[in-house]
Structure formats: C-alpha cells, structure tokens
C-alpha cells in the first residue's frame, strides 16, 4: 500500500489520517511522519477515534502540531469529520480494539458517501465517481442485497409515474442479461410464455430483470447485463453506459436505472430509492457496505415488514439504525402479494416463488381468498432447479402453474408446462405500502414531477 501513497498522481489531492490512544502519542507521531513523507500530497489532519490506554497528553492537536478531529461514536460522529476535511484519501493508523472489522466497514461506507478512497496498510477501499452521464432525469433504485424486492418496487414507482402521464423507461442490469442493451417496448408488445420460451430456448436469460418490468409495467424498458460486485456495488463489467445512450435516444421523461443484487450501476443519477429487506440481519448489512446505499438514498424503502419474516421488534430497530446514518431519510414499511397477471378463478394451481419458505401459510391464505383459487403447492425453489423439479414431479393434481418471472420461471416452470399440457400464468408482486394512504406518492412527486434536468 505504500506504493499507492507515492504515486505521483496524487500530489493533488488530500490525505487525513485516523489514530486512536491505544498507540503510544509518541510512536502514532512517528507514523504520522513517516506517512506525510511518503505522501506526494497535501496531508490535512486526522481523525482521533477513541481509547486511552496509552494517551498520555493534554492536549492532541498542540502534541502533533495539526488539526484533530476528535469523535465520540462512529455512527454519530464521523460522518462530520469527513465532511470537515473534505479529504481524498483517508489512511487508517488505528487498530484493534478501537477499531475492529465491522467499525472499518462503517468508515469505509462513510469514505465512500464522502466521495473519498479508505485504505490501511494491507487494505484499499478506491472511491471512483460514476463515470456514466445520462441527459435525461435519472432515478437509480438500489438495495442492501438480493431477493428483497427491487424489481417489484421498481414496477410500483414506474407505475405511479405512468399514472401521472410521464413517460418512463427503465434500464435493468442482470447477471443474465443480454450481450448487446435490448429493449423490450412492454406497451407494444405481448409477453407471452411462447415469447419468453423461444428467448431461454436461444440460450438467453428469459427471465432478467428488464423482462419482468416490461411484462408487470407494460412500459418501454432496456436489458443491460453485469459481471462482479465490490463491497461498494462496483462492477468490473456491464454495458450499461450503452443502455444508456439508447434510452436518451428514446427521449423519456425519466429514466430509472435498477441496481442488482447490491451492485450500483455506474450512473450519475439525480435520485436514489434503496431498498432494505427488513429480515436481513443488521451486521450483515454493515459489513457490506450497506451503509455507503443508505447514505445515498433520498427515500428507503423496507420490504418485508410483517411477521412472521420480519418481527415488530426487528422492524422497529432496523428503522433506527437507518435513521442513525441518515437522519433526514423518509423510510416506508412495505410488504409485497402476489398478483396473477390472468384469471385463475377456480383454478387448482401450483406457484412458484423466491420468497422464504415461512410466509407460505399468508401467500396461500392470501392467494385462495382473493383470487378464488385452490393451491395445491407453492414451491419456494425458483431459484434452485434441482429442487423445484422435484417438487414438480411430486405435485399432483393441479392444471395451472403460477410464478413469478424469475431464476427458472422460464426454462424449467414454463417448458414444463408446455410439455405437460398445464396453463401457465405469470403474476406480478405487488408492493402495498403500510401506514398512510398516498405518501409514497407524494415522496415520489418530490423526487420528479416531471420537470427539466437541470444542465
């Protein structure tokens, strides 16, 4: 890492250090030294986070004979130190026990919020600005992982757009998704299961993402494709700076750019919706940089908050942990029902579903008193082909298969039924927001209401 600290390319940009009082004031001043000849830089200070085994002085700032910026609590605090520095490159000098694993995933999400690079001696977290432009309004809707619920929150808001009469285009990247930016024109087109069998029986990912938004939105959308994901959501390969290009030929009012997985595209949005599961486990959010997502949203979106996937209790604390990091969000509890995209009245059928296997006794409830349907099974193995053949061979009696356009929807549910003389419905999961009617539309409002990208 030293290497990086002598390049020559960074003698314009600014160095802050992080020290604790674990180390002896004597021997974190030597290392500071040390670090500011290396540097090609302007060093600008540090950041003091904690302990006091060995803090032996008065006075830090007239001890090192620079600016310290002396914080109390990570969450509360550091974000503040960053913004008062305003730094490139933050070089962590701390150690064990002030700083542990999961505190440097923290400061690595408030490095990257701050448009700055995290690194140690045996670590680098690089910032990099999002190289991609789009001319249109541009709303990004990213999440904290996969299968909580992007896609369908994606189809909600383009949906409330639409109904408002702007013009939408959306561009979903996938780790299935095509070579070269498709678009699907989802209101001109007819989605059909012959359609999307002779997309997988090309060899093709039949059910990405841009085709579940154009079949569940009937808008115009744009299938990009993408490979690896860093801590930060970082891709090493995609084509969406192509996507792009063509949905500013299409003129739309607003683009939205889908997220996958927990990687971020590429994009310089004007807006970002994140979407949080509310059963993921905190930590483990943290530790993927979860932070640096909601640090950038303008409006959160927490899916799945109803018992028994997520607890009252576990709702009400991931709200607080996300109010801690951005105070200013506006967080909506949200839970999803499936919606079949064609009538199944009387219908005995078989469904399947990425959800988790402990909300089968609310979708079965939900699906035979709505819908007017029996369900003879719900297989939660969409994402599993081995299992979900099984469970197709030991269902019985039933004549239509509903699911989700997902994972194997496509190459294992819809040739199935082909095969196997079943209907085949798709079906849509519609989010329902909890509380107060009409206020994630006027959340929405707030973000575009249709006007003029400011140049």
Request: charge should be positive.
């Amino acid at each position: 890492m030293i290497s990086l600290l002598k390049k020559k390319s960074n003698k314009d940009k600014n160095l802050i250090a992080l020290i604790d009082g674990e180390h002896y004031p004597q021997v974190t001043n030597d290392a500071i030294k040390m670090l500011k000849k290396i540097y090609k830089g302007d060093f600008k200070g540090m950041i003091f986070l904690g302990g006091t085994e060995k803090l032996v002085i008065d006075d830090i700032e007239d001890f090192f004979k620079e600016k310290v910026y002396i914080i109390k609590d990570i969450d509360l605090d550091f974000n503040k130190a960053l913004k008062y520095f305003n730094p490139d490159i933050v070089y962590d000098l701390s150690d064990e026990p002030v700083v542990n694993h999961i505190k440097r995933m923290k400061i690595a999400s408030y490095c990257f919020a701050n448009k700055c690079s995290y690194m140690g001696p045996d670590f680098l977290f690089s910032y990099e600005n999002e190289d991609i432009y789009c001319k249109k309004f541009t709303l990004s809707i990213i999440g904290t992982g996969k299968r909580i619920g992007k896609t369908a929150v994606s189809s909600y808001v383009t949906k409330i757009y639409t109904g408002e009469g702007i013009d939408v285009c959306v561009i979903a990247m996938g780790r299935g998704g095509p070579e070269t930016p498709e678009i699907i024109r989802g209101g001109k087109i007819d989605i059909t299961s012959r359609y999307l069998l002779e997309i997988s029986n090309k060899g093709m990912h039949a059910s990405s993402d841009y085709i579940e938004d154009a079949l569940t939105s009937k808008i115009t959308t744009i299938g990009c494709r993408r490979c690896g994901g860093g801590f930060g959501g970082k891709i090493f390969m995609s084509n969406i700076k192509e996507g792009i290009k063509i949905a500013e030929k299409l003129n739309p009012d607003l683009v939205i750019v889908e997220g996958s997985g927990a990687s971020v595209p590429d994009v310089k949005t004007d807006a970002v919706i994140c979407v949080v599961g509310a059963y993921q486990d905190w930590e483990a959010v943290v530790g993927y940089l979860g932070i640096y997502r909601i640090l950038s949203a303008d409006l959160i979106i927490l899916t799945m908050c109803e018992e028994p996937v997520a607890s009252q209790e576990k709702i009400a604390n991931v709200k607080i942990e996300i109010k801690k990091i951005n105070p200013d969000s506006m967080i909506m509890e949200t839970i999803f029902r499936p919606q079949p995209l064609s009538d199944i009245t009387g219908k005995k059928i078989f469904m399947g579903m990425t959800s988790d296997k402990i909300i089968e006794p609310v979708i079965k409830n939900y699906m035979e008193n709505n819908f007017n349907c029996r369900v003879k099974k719900i297989s939660f193995n969409l994402g599993n082909r081995a299992a979900l053949k099984k469970d197709l061979e030991k269902t019985k009696d039933y004549d239509t298969i509903v699911t989700e356009l997902k994972a194997a929807s496509v190459d294992i549910l819809t040739d199935y039924a082909f095969r196997h003389r079943k209907e085949i419905i798709y079906m849509n999961n519609v989010l329902i927001v909890k509380g107060r009617k009409g206020v994630l539309e006027a959340e929405l409002k707030k973000i575009f209401s249709g006007g003029e990208k400011l140049l």
